[in-house]
């Protein structure tokens, strides 16, 4: 059982590229967030997802947009990487509903903008 | 604001017990997670607190106060492998979870 799995789990980037986080969930989870950690700070939820075919904004969205075309995959984009997005980004699901309060994470991906 | 206070670093030693706080205000409360990440690695869930009271979990306890906005991690018995952030959440009236900045536990032999 494989879980939650993210790719890639590095990538470095030039200031203005662009790039596509895949998130793989095999839970069969309706709920699916991407969150992104930084140094000293909490996790910060980007956008999340409660179903397929649905998206919705979180704290931090701008700069990053989400789709959902699948249930079991949630794909973060960077239209035009910019260096405030080198973070660590993870990508999280449950199988939603008001008592399902626990998250499962994927190993996370280190994303660098030069 | 919503606002989550853990310590940021401890230090404790094998063997011993340690005990992280958290305090929070947010706008209405749904429970209050603790997670465990070590370096370079996932959070994993570690207890849920909806209601007053102590919850144990073997060498894991988590307490929480709601009057008080107010939970503690509790970790009996150190082992070396314990050595990791600890990461407070609370799910707020808009079933949306807050997180704290992490508190980093240091284990020395």
């Known amino acids: 059982n494989a879980g939650v799995t993210q790719t890639p789990k590095f990538r470095v980037l030039k200031t203005g590229q662009s790039m596509t986080l895949l998130c793989a969930q095999d839970m069969n989870h309706e709920y699916m967030y991407w969150y992104r950690q930084d140094p000293g700070m909490g996790l910060r939820l980007i956008h999340y997802s409660v179903g397929e075919g649905t998206t919705a904004k979180g704290e931090v969205p701008d700069g990053y947009n989400v789709s959902r075309l699948k249930k079991q995959n949630f794909l973060l984009g960077l239209e035009s990487a910019a260096p405030s997005q080198t973070s660590v980004y993870f990508c999280a699901s449950n199988p939603g509903g008001i008592e399902s309060g626990e998250l499962f994470f994927g190993e996370g991906s280190r994303l660098t903008v030069l | 604001g919503q606002n989550i206070d853990q310590p940021t670093e401890m230090t404790a030693t094998e063997g011993a017990i340690v005990q992280i706080n958290c305090t929070y205000q947010?706008?209405?409360?749904?429970?209050l997670f603790w997670y465990q990440q070590h370096a370079g690695e996932a959070p994993t869930f570690l207890s849920y607190?909806?209601l007053d009271g102590l919850e144990e979990k073997g060498r894991f306890s988590s307490f929480l106060s709601r009057s008080k906005g107010y939970s503690y991690l509790l970790l009996k018995e150190l082992q070396m492998k314990d050595s990791a952030s600890y990461l407070c959440a609370v799910r707020d009236s808009n079933y949306q979870l807050i997180w704290g900045a992490g508190t980093k536990l240091i284990i020395k032999p």
């Open positions: 607190n909806v």
């Open positions: 947010t706008s209405g409360f749904n429970g």
